[in-house]
T-cell receptor
């Protein structure tokens, strides 16, 4: 079955420390993966997608098909990175839909 | 300004009442979605629409219904609200399947 797992509910780091938000997926097809972010009192928004191979706000994510992972990384965390982060998988069977993980709250302390 | 709107933002209502959660988008997107999200949990797709007069149920069973009479409008209705319906409801729209734009959400509490 298709599934997205984010093993950490909370990740707490100090400003300037490296950050890695973990995401693992289960999918038999060719995966298309995304990271969405929700800042305090703001709506959910797309952060980045793996097919774009882009770096947004210093974040990058690499798809590792061998490990079925799509971890989100940033070398130096900033306080403004504090937010909820959701990993999502595009499931293309039948009707296309996004399958979301439960989310990880990132707290960056000064 | 192109955006996606949801009203009300918060709703507290008694059991048995009929409610309609409004969702409108001015982005010109064909595809629209409703998700349900309990605190600390993942988003679950409950309804989606390819376009006008198209509605489908998502992968989470829901007693709610939706309609899509106009491209920009995708309301969700609960005929008889129950405490188990207490949740956050997120509306989204998409120009393509792989990118979705979300509204601010409606937090529903049924007493």
């Amino acid at each position: 079955a298709q599934r997205v797992t984010q093993p950490e509910k909370l990740l707490s780091v100090f400003k300037g420390a490296p950050v890695e938000l973990k995401c693992n997926y289960s999918y038999s097809g060719s995966p298309e993966l995304f990271w969405y972010v929700q800042y305090s009192r703001q709506r959910l928004q797309l952060l980045l997608r793996h097919i774009s191979r882009e770096s947004i706000k210093g974040f990058t994510a690499d798809l590792n098909k061998g490990e079925t992972s799509f971890h989100l990384k940033k070398p130096f965390a900033q306080e403004e990175d504090s937010a909820m982060y959701y990993c999502a998988l595009l499931f293309s069977g039948g009707y296309n839909k996004l399958i979301f993980g439960a989310g990880t709250r990132l707290a960056v302390h000064p | 300004e192109a955006d996606i709107y949801q009203t009300p933002r918060y709703l507290v209502i008694g059991t048995g009442k009929k409610i309609t959660l409004e969702c409108s988008q001015t982005m010109g997107h064909d595809k629209m979605y409703w998700y349900q999200q309990d605190p600390g949990m993942e988003l679950h797709l409950i309804h989606y629409s390819y376009g006008v007069n198209s509605t489908e149920k998502g992968d989470l069973s829901s007693e709610s219904t939706v309609s899509r009479i106009r491209t920009e409008h995708f309301p969700l209705t609960l005929e008889s609200a129950r405490p188990s319906h207490t949740s956050q409801y997120l509306c989204a729209s998409s120009p393509r399947w792989n990118e979705q734009f979300f509204g601010p959400g409606t937090r529903l509490t049924v007493l």
